[in-house]
């Protein structure tokens, strides 16, 4: 081969990156539409444990990325994330060993911990491998639009018809009302802020569609506040003010435009606010509203609303959490009975629930070393995703997810879903390696564009 081909390595080396930069595979992409619809719908399979139809799309995406690895070997960037994954296995391999031996913890509990810690966030190598082109990219946001509308019509249509609203179940034949009225899941809120922010920084390019997005924008204001979640609310706040942050700091084009598009936004808001208030939506809203007002000003005693009761509950964790920093508190049941302290440590109540805090949760049940070695990973995703260069046409993509995975963690500062939900867990760690593969990509593309330059004209770069 050396003889007749001088060539030869080269031309190997080509062809291994073009088996591995290969498109989105049809059935992933169908798989993956189909896990984020089971937002709205996932129903339940008792069979010893407890498992999911999610469970079920979960692993066989899982399935098609070892199949695919068993073809072509995983790139370097997946090895490096895979070591930290192994480490993270070693360790939960330890924990089953200490909660089911030592702890004598319920099998099923641990299982389902193993299932949310372990098995689901194996599809943030789905995510790295089957995503890597900005067409892979435009892909999967087809599917959201597509995702979202579909969950928008079916909750209004739920304002109509009460017993289509997923957040009530029935009970013995009887429909019981889980938590509250919600226009839309909080997955699906959460993609609603990641299609906000990208068709917000798509606006300030010229030549884009500006009826879709302005449409999209404003079906993705009446998905978020028809949640009626104060977290949710509080972390797209936080979403806008970044992405107008990151604008402002752009070309003056981008910036010029921006200024033009924030009345949209004001404009959008108030109509999706009028919206809501015409809807059954607006009373629940207004009650939880004035019970917030009713907390800041002295009427209702903060610890008997439901924040208070969750600050409790993070308190109590804490006090439990003490007990065992460095290896946790085991894999007991993930609902658990808290004695309720206020913040000078008198006792008030015993409650039943988890903190409501994703990240004190982690620290609770797999210690100090395990809360480190997750925080790790999560703090390479960000530094992989974050972009080099300032905001600009060809790097919105980017931009939209470093935004996204900001309020994101932010998000969870509040909420336990990424922990418990076992659709939420799933589709957002694929996200996750999507957007950290994307990110790599684009990265290559531009050292590789920056690289041609220097060979065509030497003497400018010296």
């Not at 194996?122 to 990219?137: E, W």
């Not at 509080?234 to 992405?243: D, P, S, V």
């Not at 960000?382 to 931009?399: A, C, F, V």
Request: some cysteine.
């Amino acid at each position: 081969k050396k003889l007749l081909n001088p060539y030869w390595k080269q031309n190997k080396m080509t062809e291994t990156i073009k088996k591995q930069n290969i498109s989105f595979n049809p059935v992933v992409q169908f798989l993956y539409f189909l896990l984020l619809n089971t937002f709205l719908f996932n129903h339940h399979f008792k069979v010893g444990v407890n498992l999911y139809l999610s469970d079920f799309i979960a692993i066989a995406i899982i399935g098609f990325t070892i199949l695919h690895w068993l073809q072509d070997s995983p790139p370097r960037i997946h090895r490096s994330f895979l070591f930290s994954y192994f480490i993270l296995f070693l360790y939960f391999l330890f924990l089953i060993f200490y909660a089911y031996v030592i702890l004598e913890n319920d099998t099923n509990a641990i299982l389902g911990r193993l299932r949310h810690l372990f098995i689901y966030p194996l599809l943030f190598f789905s995510g790295l491998t089957f995503i890597q082109t900005q067409k892979d990219i435009q892909t999967i946001f087809f599917y959201i639009r597509i995702h979202i509308l579909f969950a928008i019509t079916f909750g209004i249509l739920s304002l109509y018809n009460p017993s289509l609203n997923f957040s009530r179940i029935y009970l013995e034949g009887e429909i019981v009302d889980t938590l509250y009225f919600m226009l839309v899941p909080y997955g699906t809120a959460l993609f609603c802020c990641i299609l906000f922010i990208y068709e917000l920084l798509e606006l300030s390019k010229k030549g884009v569609h500006t009826f879709r997005s302005l449409f999209f924008m404003l079906i993705s204001v009446v998905g978020i506040v028809g949640t009626q979640n104060r977290s949710l609310l509080g972390t797209f706040i936080i979403m806008i003010i970044l992405a107008f942050f990151y604008s402002f700091r752009a070309q003056s084009p981008i910036k010029e435009r921006m200024r033009i598009f924030l009345s949209f936004l004001i404009l959008l808001s108030i109509i999706g606010g009028l919206w809501v208030v015409q809807t059954p939506v607006y009373d629940k809203f207004k009650r939880r509203i004035n019970q917030t007002i009713n907390v800041f000003s002295g009427k209702t005693n903060f610890f008997a609303t439901i924040p208070g009761v969750r600050i409790g509950r993070t308190i109590a964790t804490y006090r439990e959490w003490i007990k065992s920093p460095i290896i946790g508190c085991g894999w007991g049941n993930q609902i658990t009975e808290f004695k309720i302290y206020d913040f000078d440590g008198n006792y008030i109540r015993t409650n039943y629930g988890t903190p409501h805090n994703y990240y004190i949760t982690i620290l609770y049940q797999i210690g100090l070393i395990g809360f480190i070695i997750m925080m790790h990973l999560y703090f390479r995703i960000y530094k992989k995703i974050k972009p080099k260069k300032r905001l600009q046409k060809d790097n919105t993509y980017r931009y939209t997810f470093l935004i996204f995975f900001i309020g994101f963690m932010i998000f969870n500062i509040a909420n336990t879903h990424f922990y418990g939900n076992p659709v939420f867990i799933p589709v957002f760690f694929f996200l996750m390696g999507s957007m950290v593969s994307f990110s790599i990509q684009q990265e290559d593309e531009s050292l590789k564009a920056v690289d041609g330059d220097k060979n065509s004209n030497p003497l400018k770069w010296k």
